[in-house]
Protein backbone atom coordinates (compact mmCIF):
# COMPACT_ATOMS: atom_id res chain seq x y z
CA UNK A 1 0.00 0.00 0.00
CA UNK A 2 2.82 2.48 1.05
CA UNK A 3 4.37 1.84 -2.28
CA UNK A 4 1.08 2.53 -3.91
CA UNK A 5 0.70 5.65 -2.17
CA UNK A 6 4.43 6.72 -2.90
CA UNK A 7 3.65 6.17 -7.15
CA UNK A 8 0.78 8.52 -6.55
CA UNK A 9 2.53 11.06 -4.86
CA UNK A 10 4.97 10.98 -7.49
CA UNK A 11 2.14 11.51 -10.34
CA UNK A 12 0.66 14.39 -8.05
CA UNK A 13 4.46 16.31 -7.59
CA UNK A 14 4.43 16.27 -11.45
CA UNK A 15 1.24 17.48 -11.85
CA UNK A 16 2.00 20.30 -9.49
CA UNK A 17 5.26 21.42 -10.64
CA UNK A 18 3.39 22.13 -13.98
CA UNK A 19 1.01 24.05 -12.80
CA UNK A 20 -0.72 26.75 -11.11
CA UNK A 21 -0.83 25.54 -7.62
CA UNK A 22 1.00 25.74 -3.92
CA UNK A 23 2.84 22.86 -2.76
CA UNK A 24 4.10 22.25 0.79
CA UNK A 25 6.50 19.40 1.92
CA UNK A 26 7.19 18.53 5.42
CA UNK A 27 10.06 15.45 6.50
CA UNK A 28 10.39 15.69 10.46
CA UNK A 29 12.81 13.64 12.48
CA UNK A 30 11.60 12.93 16.01
CA UNK A 31 13.14 11.33 18.82
CA UNK A 32 11.66 9.20 21.31
CA UNK A 33 11.94 5.95 22.77
CA UNK A 34 15.80 6.06 21.95
CA UNK A 35 14.41 5.39 18.76
CA UNK A 36 14.34 8.54 15.40
CA UNK A 37 11.32 8.19 13.55
CA UNK A 38 11.04 9.81 10.11
CA UNK A 39 7.72 11.44 8.63
CA UNK A 40 7.02 12.25 5.24
CA UNK A 41 4.00 15.16 4.31
CA UNK A 42 2.83 16.84 1.14
CA UNK A 43 -0.23 19.30 0.84
CA UNK A 44 -1.05 20.62 -2.47
CA UNK A 45 -3.03 22.88 -4.22
CA UNK A 46 -4.10 22.88 -7.87
CA UNK A 47 -6.17 25.94 -8.99
CA UNK A 48 -8.92 25.56 -11.57
CA UNK A 49 -10.12 29.00 -11.54
CA UNK A 50 -9.73 31.97 -8.61
CA UNK A 51 -12.55 29.86 -6.07
CA UNK A 52 -12.12 26.17 -6.87
CA UNK A 53 -9.85 23.87 -6.80
CA UNK A 54 -8.04 20.16 -5.92
CA UNK A 55 -6.13 19.48 -2.89
CA UNK A 56 -4.29 16.75 -1.96
CA UNK A 57 -2.64 15.49 1.29
CA UNK A 58 -0.28 12.72 1.61
CA UNK A 59 1.72 10.85 4.67
CA UNK A 60 4.31 8.51 4.90
CA UNK A 61 6.14 6.94 7.61
CA UNK A 62 8.12 3.45 7.77
CA UNK A 63 4.48 1.80 9.26
CA UNK A 64 1.35 4.08 7.79
CA UNK A 65 0.83 5.72 4.57
CA UNK A 66 -2.41 7.41 3.15
CA UNK A 67 -3.57 9.47 0.55
CA UNK A 68 -6.49 12.26 -0.41
CA UNK A 69 -7.86 14.06 -2.69
CA UNK A 70 -10.58 16.22 -2.95
CA UNK A 71 -11.84 19.77 -3.89
CA UNK A 72 -11.43 23.24 -2.15
CA UNK A 73 -13.26 26.37 -2.08
CA UNK A 74 -11.32 29.65 -1.39
CA UNK A 75 -14.63 31.97 0.00
CA UNK A 76 -12.22 34.72 -0.30
CA UNK A 77 -8.56 35.83 -0.93
CA UNK A 78 -7.50 34.91 2.41
CA UNK A 79 -9.42 31.52 3.30
CA UNK A 80 -10.17 28.16 2.18
CA UNK A 81 -12.47 25.31 2.76
CA UNK A 82 -11.53 21.53 1.50
CA UNK A 83 -12.67 17.56 1.63
CA UNK A 84 -10.56 15.34 0.96
CA UNK A 85 -11.13 11.55 0.87
CA UNK A 86 -9.26 9.06 0.46
CA UNK A 87 -7.25 5.29 1.16
CA UNK A 88 -4.76 4.78 4.04
CA UNK A 89 -2.51 1.71 4.98
CA UNK A 90 -5.05 -0.76 5.44
CA UNK A 91 -6.86 -0.15 2.20
CA UNK A 92 -9.63 1.85 4.46
CA UNK A 93 -11.22 4.75 3.24
CA UNK A 94 -10.45 8.42 4.86
CA UNK A 95 -12.01 11.39 4.63
CA UNK A 96 -9.94 14.72 5.92
CA UNK A 97 -11.30 18.70 6.37
CA UNK A 98 -8.96 21.06 6.43
CA UNK A 99 -9.30 24.69 6.37
CA UNK A 100 -7.03 28.29 6.88
CA UNK A 101 -7.76 31.46 7.20
CA UNK A 102 -5.17 34.02 6.89
CA UNK A 103 -5.48 37.51 8.66
CA UNK A 104 -3.29 40.77 6.94
CA UNK A 105 -0.79 40.89 10.11
CA UNK A 106 0.70 37.79 8.98
CA UNK A 107 -1.09 35.71 11.33
CA UNK A 108 -2.79 32.43 10.15
CA UNK A 109 -5.27 29.95 11.75
CA UNK A 110 -5.70 26.53 10.17
CA UNK A 111 -7.55 23.13 11.09
CA UNK A 112 -6.99 19.63 9.78
CA UNK A 113 -9.10 16.70 10.95
CA UNK A 114 -9.01 13.30 9.45
CA UNK A 115 -11.39 10.50 10.24
CA UNK A 116 -9.83 6.72 9.84
CA UNK A 117 -8.99 3.43 11.05
CA UNK A 118 -6.95 6.19 12.92
CA UNK A 119 -8.14 9.72 13.43
CA UNK A 120 -5.98 12.25 13.12
CA UNK A 121 -6.01 16.20 13.82
CA UNK A 122 -3.67 19.14 13.63
CA UNK A 123 -4.95 22.66 14.69
CA UNK A 124 -2.04 25.92 14.28
CA UNK A 125 -1.73 29.10 15.28
CA UNK A 126 1.16 30.82 13.01
CA UNK A 127 2.77 34.14 13.21
CA UNK A 128 4.91 35.00 10.17
CA UNK A 129 8.19 37.22 10.22
CA UNK A 130 10.55 38.22 7.58
CA UNK A 131 12.83 35.40 8.38
CA UNK A 132 11.02 33.59 11.54
CA UNK A 133 7.84 32.48 12.52
CA UNK A 134 6.74 30.47 15.37
CA UNK A 135 3.48 28.25 15.72
CA UNK A 136 1.01 27.13 18.25
CA UNK A 137 0.05 23.57 16.74
CA UNK A 138 -1.68 20.57 18.65
CA UNK A 139 -1.20 17.86 16.79
CA UNK A 140 -1.96 14.00 16.59
CA UNK A 141 0.43 11.72 17.85
CA UNK A 142 2.86 14.74 18.56
CA UNK A 143 1.20 16.48 21.10
CA UNK A 144 1.56 20.53 21.99
CA UNK A 145 4.50 22.90 21.16
CA UNK A 146 5.23 25.82 19.90
CA UNK A 147 7.35 25.47 16.82
CA UNK A 148 9.98 28.02 15.84
CA UNK A 149 11.33 27.67 12.11
CA UNK A 150 13.93 30.14 10.03
CA UNK A 151 12.76 30.93 6.54
CA UNK A 152 15.79 30.76 3.71
CA UNK A 153 14.36 31.03 0.26
CA UNK A 154 11.52 28.47 0.25
CA UNK A 155 12.87 25.98 3.02
CA UNK A 156 11.82 26.37 6.15
CA UNK A 157 13.75 24.46 9.46
CA UNK A 158 11.95 24.12 12.14
CA UNK A 159 12.51 22.98 15.87
CA UNK A 160 9.74 22.25 18.34
CA UNK A 161 9.87 19.73 21.77
CA UNK A 162 6.28 18.76 21.81
CA UNK A 163 4.25 18.02 25.33
CA UNK A 164 2.48 14.51 24.09
CA UNK A 165 -0.28 14.60 26.69
CA UNK A 166 -2.07 11.32 24.44
CA UNK A 167 1.22 9.03 25.37
CA UNK A 168 0.49 7.43 28.85
CA UNK A 169 3.59 5.81 30.53
CA UNK A 170 5.44 6.91 27.77
CA UNK A 171 7.99 9.71 27.13
CA UNK A 172 6.09 12.97 27.67
CA UNK A 173 8.19 15.20 25.66
CA UNK A 174 9.06 14.57 22.10
CA UNK A 175 11.56 16.38 20.11
CA UNK A 176 11.11 17.37 16.49
CA UNK A 177 12.98 18.77 14.19
CA UNK A 178 11.39 19.15 10.39
CA UNK A 179 12.88 20.62 6.94
CA UNK A 180 10.08 21.54 4.83
CA UNK A 181 10.12 23.07 1.88
CA UNK A 182 7.26 25.54 0.43
CA UNK A 183 6.68 26.62 -3.28
Avoid: C
Avoid at 33 to 39: A, L, Q, S
Avoid at 69 to 96: C, D, H, M, Q
Avoid at 99 to 111: H, Q, R
Amino acid sequence: MKKFILSILLMVLGIQLNAQNYSYFENDLRFYKNKTRVTFTHYGEFEINEKFGIADYVFVTSDWGEFTIGPYWKFNKRGLVAVLPGIETLSKFRIGFYGYYKFENNFTVSAFYEKGVIDYFDYQLRKDHEKWFYILRARQDYGIGIPVGYKFQNFHFMYATYYNFEKIGEHKFLPTFSLNLEF
